[in-house]
């Protein structure tokens, strides 16, 4: 799999990949420790996950079990390690083109449909407004860990977002959590802001998304978000 090849020459903003998000938060944890000094928690990990270490040798690495002998930065060991391939070695396609690319370019603000919904969500009047609240609240939780959750959890420090090519992984979601998503944006637990500046941006905005993570559902995947310069 070659880093460099992933995004061509039209990259939108943002990319929702396909991704194995159990093992990324496993794979977080045990780089966690292993930047403070600690390899045992990557090694115990590589060598009791078989696809993991056969993923690693396959893709050139001679030593798995010992993280300071890998030559890659934390995001291209991540990536790498969790990303889901197809048997030509291509990452697997989440949802049509249309739908991916619209949640990757919005026109505004930082050019991330996921930031603009953060931004212009609020609970819905309707129903009982405790149980409503603590629906958008989960929405909201959700968004961020796949918008920012890697941002956010090593601020000052940007380990998973100034990698090799310029990868960037600014969050992921596992299959469960993507699913938990997709159900709570089809549902009536939120709605939209009054001072929303794009008519029907949110209804947009949401739609597309909901047609990845349904296609992520469907495959039983997490995804990972990568931003672009």
């Not at 929405?139 to 310029?166: F, M, P």
């Amino acid at each position: 799999m070659d880093l460099d090849t992933l995004d061509g020459a039209t990259s939108p903003f943002i990319t929702l990949d396909a991704c194995d998000g159990d093992l990324a938060r496993r794979i977080v944890s045990a780089l966690d420790a292993s930047a403070a000094g600690d390899n045992q928690p990557w090694s115990g990990l590589v060598n009791n996950t078989p696809t993991l270490m056969q993923r690693l040798i396959e893709q050139g690495v001679k030593t798995p079990l010992n993280r300071t002998a890998i030559p890659w930065d934390d995001p291209t060991l991540l990536f790498t390690s969790c990303v889901v391939l197809t048997k030509e070695g291509q990452t697997v396609p989440l949802g049509d083109v249309k739908a991916r690319e619209r949640v990757g370019r919005f026109p505004h603000g930082d050019g991330s449909s996921i930031s603009y919904m953060i931004e212009h969500m609020r609970p819905n009047n309707q129903g009982s407004a405790i149980s409503q609240r603590m629906g958008m609240d989960e929405i909201l939780i959700l968004l961020e860990q796949l918008n920012s959750g890697l941002s956010d959890k090593h601020v000052g420090n940007s380990r998973y977002n100034e990698g090799t090519a310029g990868l960037d992984i600014r969050g992921f979601l596992t299959a469960e959590e993507a699913a938990s998503l997709r159900r709570g944006l089809a549902g009536r637990g939120w709605s939209v802001t009054a001072d929303e500046p794009i008519d029907g941006g949110m209804r947009d905005a949401s739609k597309n998304l909901i047609a990845v993570l349904r296609a992520a559902e469907r495959r039983d995947v997490g995804m990972f978000l990568r931003s672009h310069a």
